[in-house]
């Protein structure tokens, strides 16, 4: 049996009547202590618990790590966007601005540094409206960073800064989702850690294609990026490239027998006991349950071969059952919020409305409302 636990425990006695549990913890570093925390009061209790950092957290702190140059740059943006987006004057003096230029967008985006997205949509927003915050910047020219959007190295690193973030904003979203496991995560980053690779070569050459911003940039003012840039960007996407290999390890090929049952090669498998690889064997050969793989879902697959290949099954879903991100329970506190506001009346027993928003089953309304007696005349 596997345990999802998002919050404290606060009484770890209670567990005690559960000794062969699989505890799957997902939360922040600070929360996984070796000698003090929750992960280590539980480890007192059951040994055998797992513990999983959540891949977007660990994707979002990799994406905070930029080298100095491009940390200013970045905060340099972000006080420009909250010079007129946060003064209501300013706002409206520059949608006015944006309409008369028939811009597609008439607002800046204001940067949240709690939400994963912000980023590349506050800085993208920003690099389209270049324009519009030049000449807005012409009858403001106090501001301090005013000059800003007319320096070239600047107005580079802004695009390559909305052209990075905007990929890792990508990554962002096809982690997020109720049906992501540990080996899809696994498959996300190391495509990305080769991608970062291939990319910092293509720009030490002088393509850009990988950073359409920048690209369209570079050809519309017809100058060159200089050496100096070119080096912090190249610098920023090798720095990315190890953290996301420290954060994320290379995937254990001990478990590939669980995503490609039927193209293992039995003699590099590791953790199985003899009956157990007797009867992957087994199951490698049934060409019907072949046919089974390659239709349904790979946690699907496991839970139709449990019945016949039980020790197999078990150790597979303990793999792949458990969350790799806290998607899930982010999505219950959005939707927590949107019930409980301010128009509604009872604020308490939310219980039955929360499962029926995160629920994917679809009620019948229709068989509900019928049987349902009707408001009898008087």
């Known amino acids: 049996m596997i345990v999802i636990i998002y919050q404290w425990v606060s009484r770890p006695t209670d567990l005690k009547k559960n000794q062969n549990l699989n505890v799957w913890y997902q939360e922040a570093r600070a929360m996984s202590g070796k000698f003090t925390g929750l992960i280590a009061r539980i480890r007192n209790i059951i040994p055998s618990v797992t513990w999983?950092?959540?891949?977007?957290?660990?994707?979002?702190?990799?994406?905070?790590?930029?080298?100095?140059?491009l940390k200013t740059v970045l905060d340099e943006a972000v006080k420009i966007v909250?010079?007129?987006?946060?003064?209501?004057l300013n706002s409206r003096i520059f949608k006015?601005?944006?309409?008369?230029?028939?811009?597609?967008?008439?607002?800046?985006?204001?940067?949240?540094?709690?939400?994963?997205?912000?980023?590349?949509?506050?800085?993208?927003?920003?690099?389209?409206?270049?324009?519009?915050v030049r000449l807005f910047f012409i009858e403001h020219k106090s501001f301090s960073l005013s000059e800003r959007v007319n320096d070239y190295s600047w107005l580079a690193t802004l695009a390559y800064l909305s052209d990075i973030f905007t990929h890792l904003n990508a990554l962002n979203l096809s982690l997020q989702g109720t049906h992501i496991t540990i080996f899809k995560v696994e498959d996300k980053i190391e495509?990305?850690?080769?991608?970062?690779?291939?990319?910092?070569?293509?720009?030490?050459?002088?393509?850009?294609?990988?950073?359409?911003?920048?690209?369209?940039?570079?050809?519309?003012?017809?100058?060159?990026?200089?050496?100096?840039?070119s080096k912090y960007f190249i610098q920023h996407m090798c720095d990315m490239q190890r953290s996301f290999r420290d954060y994320f390890p290379v995937p254990d090929i001990s478990r590939n027998w669980i995503r490609q049952p039927f193209e293992i090669?039995?003699?590099?498998?590791?953790?199985?006991?003899?009956?157990?690889?007797?009867?992957?064997?087994?199951?490698?050969?049934?060409?019907?349950?072949?046919?089974?793989?390659?239709?349904?879902?790979?946690?699907?697959?496991?839970?139709?071969?449990?019945?016949?290949?039980?020790?197999?099954?078990?150790?597979?879903?303990?793999?792949?059952?458990?969350?790799?991100?806290?998607?899930?329970c982010e999505k219950a506190f959005s939707a927590l919020i949107?019930?409980?506001?301010?128009?509604?009346?009872?604020?308490?027993?939310v219980e039955s409305e929360l499962r029926l928003k995160l629920s994917s089953i679809e009620p019948d309304v229709q068989k509900l409302v019928t049987e349902m007696q009707h408001q009898p005349s008087h």
Not at 55 to 61: Q, T
Not at 82 to 88: G, L, Q
Not at 338 to 349: A, G
Request: aromatic letters at 10%; glycine letters at 2%.
């Open 338 to 349: 949107y019930i409980k506001n301010k128009f509604r009346n009872r604020l308490e027993n």
């Open 96 to 132: 006015q601005l944006c309409k008369d230029m028939d811009s597609e967008h008439y607002q800046l985006l204001l940067h949240s540094e709690i939400r994963w997205l912000s980023r590349g949509k506050v800085l993208s927003r920003l690099f389209e409206l270049k324009d519009e």
């Open 265 to 328: 090669d039995i003699h590099q498998i590791n953790g199985l006991t003899s009956l157990e690889e007797d009867s992957l064997v087994e199951m490698s050969t049934d060409t019907s349950l072949k046919m089974q793989f390659n239709q349904k879902s790979l946690e699907h697959f496991w839970l139709h071969v449990r019945k016949d290949y039980p020790q197999l099954s078990s150790k597979a879903l303990k793999v792949l059952i458990p969350f790799p991100t806290t998607y899930l």
């Open 191 to 229: 495509a990305m850690i080769k991608k970062l690779e291939l990319w910092s070569l293509r720009l030490s050459k002088k393509n850009y294609d990988p950073f359409p911003n920048l690209k369209n940039f570079i050809e519309s003012t017809e100058e060159e990026l200089s050496d100096e840039d």
């Open 82 to 88: 909250n010079f007129i987006k946060a003064k209501s």
């Open 52 to 69: 999983h950092h959540c891949c977007i957290h660990r994707e979002a702190i990799v994406s905070k790590k930029i080298p100095i140059h």
